[in-house]
């Protein structure tokens, strides 16, 4: 069967109300970009998680990194003792950084790892003799970015800036307001809405911060992850943020992972012997050497010019290939950021009806509102390629005014 009684009935999915009317179909193989379901039908994967399965599934590669590693060992306490695929990871991991950031602290999860980068801002706040500083806050509202409610406690509201400038301008004056209460700002280079924020805004976001001792978080859980002509998205030449979050993109999705790197300025001043502790931050089966393993072979992959090159080429086709898109009425906009594109549709559309027509045109994807992300594995063929385009176009062509919420 396609679907399963008891997992209708008592498993939650992601973003899916545990109340539901539709049923999760069962897949029985990945392999590269595919999916097949339990029935046989294959699927092109145009979501890959996400965009954090970069290098699909059932790779050669990371599954030998895995039965190496789990030859040797699956798991390992880190309080006190160390491996190397951690120290090796996390030699790499600074090295996305371009050497700005100096620790790495390991994560079981995004929301951990988020977590923790929030406790270090308020921790080097109060080491800094600023206590009463503790609120963290997100650049763009929360419904903008497609965050629930606890992934910050507020958000900085940017909906009335048209441009860049503007919301420069914006979180200026709005700084000026709150700053006193800040521990830390917290920004995406890359939005739900598929807006990629320039170096320039981030740099001058920085400035704006440290200019009134706010810490920068840049948030690097979303798909950008490889998929720009940077490893991370929002590090660049420019970009100076004092905190740096990544997530499961790192193992390709292979494992749960997520990892908070932290300047040398915040590592020394909230990991100070004079606090009298040991650290604070950490969990049970964090640098599990598995993770590690998988996610040193992934960086392995996406280094170089070609990866570079494979990057530029997928973007490349999902422009030319999903341009025609851009004519219809349901179609607000379509914006393609490095291998990532986004269908901003007029209205959000309903789920029910358009997973049906999903599964006829053989694709895989995972709308959220009005947007449609389009980050397929990057290890995808010119023709699977093709005809995601291809599928993307009959799909959203056939969306019509029932099929919105107006």
């Given at each position: 069967m396609?679907?399963d009684?008891f997992d209708?009935?008592?498993?939650?999915?992601?973003?899916?109300?545990?109340?539901r009317?539709l049923?999760a179909?069962?897949v029985?193989?990945?392999d590269?970009?595919?999916?097949?379901l339990?029935?046989?039908r294959?699927?092109?994967?145009?979501?890959?998680?996400?965009?954090?399965?970069?290098?699909g599934?059932?790779?050669?590669?990371?599954?030998?990194?895995?039965?190496g590693?789990?030859?040797?060992m699956?798991?390992?306490?880190?309080?006190?003792?160390?491996h190397?695929?951690?120290i090796?990871?996390?030699?790499?991991?600074?090295?996305?950084?371009?050497?700005?950031?100096a620790?790495?602290?390991?994560?079981v999860?995004e929301?951990?790892?988020?977590?923790?980068?929030?406790a270090?801002?308020?921790?080097?706040?109060?080491?800094c003799g600023?206590?009463?500083?503790?609120?963290?806050?997100?650049?763009?509202?929360?419904?903008?970015?497609?965050?629930?409610?606890?992934?910050?406690?507020?958000?900085?509201?940017?909906?009335d800036?048209?441009?860049?400038?503007?919301?420069?301008?914006?979180?200026?004056?709005?700084?000026?307001?709150?700053?006193?209460t800040?521990?830390a700002?917290?920004a995406?280079p890359?939005?739900?809405d598929?807006?990629?924020r320039?170096?320039?805004?981030?740099a001058?976001?920085a400035?704006?911060?440290?200019?009134?001792?706010?810490l920068?978080i840049?948030?690097?859980?979303?798909?950008?992850?490889?998929?720009?002509?940077?490893?991370?998205?929002g590090?660049?030449?420019?970009m100076?943020?004092?905190?740096?979050?990544?997530?499961?993109?790192v193992?390709?999705a292979?494992?749960?992972?997520?990892?908070?790197?932290?300047?040398r300025?915040?590592?020394?001043?909230?990991?100070?012997p004079?606090?009298?502790?040991?650290?604070p931050?950490g969990?049970?089966?964090?640098a599990?050497?598995?993770a590690?393993?998988v996610?040193?072979?992934?960086l392995?992959?996406?280094?170089?010019?070609?990866?570079a090159?494979?990057?530029a080429?997928?973007?490349?086709?999902l422009?030319?290939?999903?341009?025609?898109?851009a004519?219809?009425?349901?179609?607000?906009?379509?914006?393609?950021?490095?291998?990532m594109?986004?269908?901003?549709?007029?209205a959000?559309?309903?789920?029910?009806?358009?997973?049906?027509?999903?599964?006829?045109?053989?694709?895989?994807?995972?709308?959220?509102?009005?947007?449609i992300?389009?980050t397929?594995?990057?290890v995808i063929?010119?023709?699977?390629?093709?005809?995601?385009?291809?599928?993307?176009?009959r799909?959203?062509?056939g969306?019509g005014?029932?099929?919105?919420?107006?």
């Open positions: 396609l679907a009684r209708h009935d008592h498993l939650w999915h992601p973003r899916i109300s545990p109340v009317e049923a179909l069962k029985a193989r990945a590269g970009a595919t999916l097949t339990a029935d046989g294959r699927l092109i994967d145009g979501d890959a998680l996400g965009g954090a399965a970069i290098l599934y059932n790779h050669a590669v990371l599954n030998a990194a895995l039965t590693q789990l030859a040797a699956a798991q390992a306490p880190f309080g006190g003792l160390t190397v695929p951690a090796e990871l996390g030699q790499e991991l600074l090295a996305l950084t371009q050497e700005r950031m620790a790495v602290l390991y994560a999860s929301a951990q790892a988020m977590q923790a980068a929030q270090m801002a308020r921790d080097w706040q109060r080491a600023r206590s009463h500083r503790s609120t963290c806050v997100r650049v763009g509202s929360a419904e903008a970015e497609g965050l629930s409610a606890e992934a910050m406690t507020e958000s900085m509201p940017l909906s800036a048209v441009d860049e400038s503007s919301a420069l301008a914006h979180v200026d004056t709005w700084l000026d307001h709150h700053a006193d800040l521990a700002v917290q995406a890359l939005g739900i598929g807006h990629r320039s170096p320039r805004f981030l001058e976001l400035r704006l911060c440290h200019a009134r001792d706010v920068l840049d948030d690097e859980t979303g798909p950008g992850l490889a998929r720009t002509d940077t490893p991370l998205a590090v660049g030449d420019t100076a943020p004092d905190i740096v979050c990544v997530g499961q993109a193992t390709g292979c494992l749960p992972f997520a990892a908070t790197l932290a300047s300025e915040v590592a020394d001043a909230i990991g100070a004079a606090a009298g502790r040991g650290s931050y969990a049970t089966g964090m599990n050497p598995l590690c393993a996610a040193l072979a992934v392995g992959q996406v280094a170089g010019d070609a990866w090159a494979r990057v080429h997928v973007g490349e086709a422009a030319q290939q999903l341009a025609p898109l004519g219809l009425l349901q179609v607000a906009d379509i914006r393609v950021t490095g291998a594109a986004t269908l901003e549709l007029v959000p559309i309903r789920l029910d009806t358009v997973r049906w027509r999903m599964l006829e045109v053989g694709l895989w994807l995972r709308p959220r509102g009005r947007f992300h389009v397929p594995p990057l063929d010119d023709a699977d390629l093709a005809r995601l385009c291809a599928g993307m176009q799909l959203v062509s969306i005014r029932e099929d919105l919420i107006l």
